[in-house]
């Protein structure tokens, strides 16, 4: 049978995940309804996907009840009310990234999916991809050794992108762009909490971070060091070093399509869309989409692989970053 989709939201990232869908089996993955704040927006969205249905309020989604699971494509500081309409709907969650805003929102909509018993998950879907897939491989067969730094940076420009640098957008270069950098340090790391977070970075007028530089120590004298930029493009590359060796994402770490061990590479396609993508190689999300299929199957309230304990960790390393950069949100003082 199967796992039949809602989605929450019409925009750009929506659009990516329902071509995504569009990659795997028909008889797997079906989408059956679309909700947007705007009626003509769901519509229009539901025409172009062929969905069935189209509803102009997130509430109508809750309740439609041939939706196995919903994914949440709005704008962060919508996640928190979106999650928990949800999860107290009795809806299966796959939520976009960051999870909230901050970590008591994070730890609400995950109490909220506890106590509703249902599953969900944070959409980073870098996670999912086959190349992160072999990396979790190649670090528990100690391929490289013991690994004492992971270094990795995203920066593109996005100046002129208005969610992301006005605050109540929830605009910011830590939570949209730093926060792949991170779960990737923490993926490495197997979500061990580091001992010290160190950060320094530029901020705009407008309050949101623009610029961040992050240093992570963990245990046994294990470092991480990881860039962010709004302002500027990086290499956008990722670099695990073990005391064997070296694991590298030579290009856009957040959507790997490569990697090169000990300077041998290896590439990893995605298909190829059916319809035009918003985002870098956007059909990737399917392998988020599919483990969240295979959790379902086996009744399963969290993935082993982006648990809720991580998304905890992220938030809570997020907020610290935050801290000492000096970005407040309206959501920190609620």
């Known amino acids: ?21 569009r990659t795997l089996p028909p008889e797997e993955h079906q989408v059956v309804a679309v909700a947007a704040r705007r009626l003509e927006d769901a519509q229009e ?3 172009k ?19 196995d699971v919903v994914y949440v494509g709005v704008i962060h500081p919508h996640h928190l009310r979106a999650c928990l309409l949800f999860t107290s709907a009795h809806k299966s969650v796959l939520c976009e990234k960051p999870l909230a805003m901050n970590s008591r929102e994070v730890e609400e909509i995950l109490a909220a999916a506890t106590a509703n018993d249902v599953f969900l998950m944070e959409a980073v879907w870098t996670r999912f991809f086959p190349a992160s897939v072999e990396i979790r491989r190649l670090l528990a067969q100690a391929e490289v050794g013991e690994v004492k730094m992971v270094r990795a940076e995203f920066g593109v420009p996005l100046m002129d992108v208005p969610r992301s640098v006005q605050k109540e957008l929830g605009g910011g270069a830590v939570l949209d762009l730093g926060i792949y950098c991170l779960q990737f340090i923490c993926m490495v790391y197997d979500g061990e909490r580091p001992e010290s ?5 530029v901020c705009l007028d407008t309050g949101v971070d623009e610029t961040v530089v992050v240093s992570l120590r963990f ?4 470092l991480a060091t990881f860039t962010c930029s709004m302002r500027v493009q990086l290499s956008n590359e990722a670099v695990i070093v073990g005391t ?9 770490m957040w959507c790997p ?17 059916c319809l035009p993508l918003n985002f870098l190689l956007s059909t990737g999300m399917r392998y988020e989409a599919e483990e969240v299929r295979q959790c379902l199957l086996k009744g399963l309230k969290q993935s082993a692989v982006m648990s809720h304990a991580h998304s905890a960790l992220l938030a809570e390393v997020e907020d610290e970053v935050r801290r000492q950069v000096g970005v407040v949100y ?3 003082s609620q």
């Open 330 to 332: 309206s959501q920190d």
């Open 219 to 222: 245990s046994r004298n294990r």
């Open 49 to 67: 996907h062929n969905i069935p249905r189209a509803y102009g309020s997130y509430e109508e989604l809750s309740r439609d009840p041939d939706v």
């Open 197 to 201: 977070v160190q950060a320094t970075g």
């Open 244 to 252: 064997k060796g070296t694991i590298r994402v030579p290009e856009h």
């Open 1 to 21: 049978m199967a796992t039949r989709w809602g989605i929450c939201g019409a925009g750009r990232i929506s659009n990516d995940f329902t071509v995504a869908l």
């Open 257 to 273: 399509t490569s990697l090169v061990v000990n300077g041998k590479e290896t590439r990893y396609p995605v298909p190829e869309p």
């Open 45 to 47: 969205f539901a025409r």
